[in-house]
């Protein structure tokens, strides 16, 4: 199972970008998945938390973006999406997509996507 991240970029302060990020397999490859999240690190920080959301669409965010960020997934496509507005340069990091999947063999593992640069310039 691979993720694959997409939409980052460089925006104003105040301005708005949306994330996505797909889970797909090997043709024939069975999965399920369960959690997904975004995690973002900034330069000299440790990774953290954004949000994240059930396959019921439950969510939880850091405090720091809550009422800014609003995480939801299509399950039929095995997305999440993350769209961010009002932009603070603060919010600039490398944006990480996570899930945990149950796989053919009924182990549930962690995944990882790519990061996804999000620059705020002042």
């Known amino acids: 199972v691979q993720l694959q991240a997409s939409g980052g970029g460089l925006v104003q302060a105040g301005g708005s970008l949306s994330l996505s990020c797909a889970a797909s397999?090997?043709?024939?490859?069975?999965?399920?998945?369960?959690?997904m999240g975004w995690y973002r690190q900034a330069p000299g920080k440790q990774r953290e938390l954004v949000a994240r959301?059930?396959?019921?669409?439950?969510?939880n965010y850091a405090d720091s973006v809550k009422g800014q960020f609003t995480i939801s997934r299509d399950n039929a496509k095995n997305t999440v999406y993350l769209q961010m507005n009002s932009l603070k340069p603060e919010d600039t990091a490398a944006y990480y997509c996570?899930?945990?999947?149950?796989?053919?063999?009924?182990?549930?593992?962690?995944?990882w996507g790519q990061g996804t640069l999000v620059t705020v310039s002042s």
């Open positions: 397999g090997s043709s024939g490859s069975v999965f399920s998945v369960t959690v």
């Open positions: 996570n899930a945990l999947i149950v796989d053919n063999s009924g182990r549930l593992r962690e995944y």
């Open positions: 959301i059930t396959r019921s669409g439950t969510t």
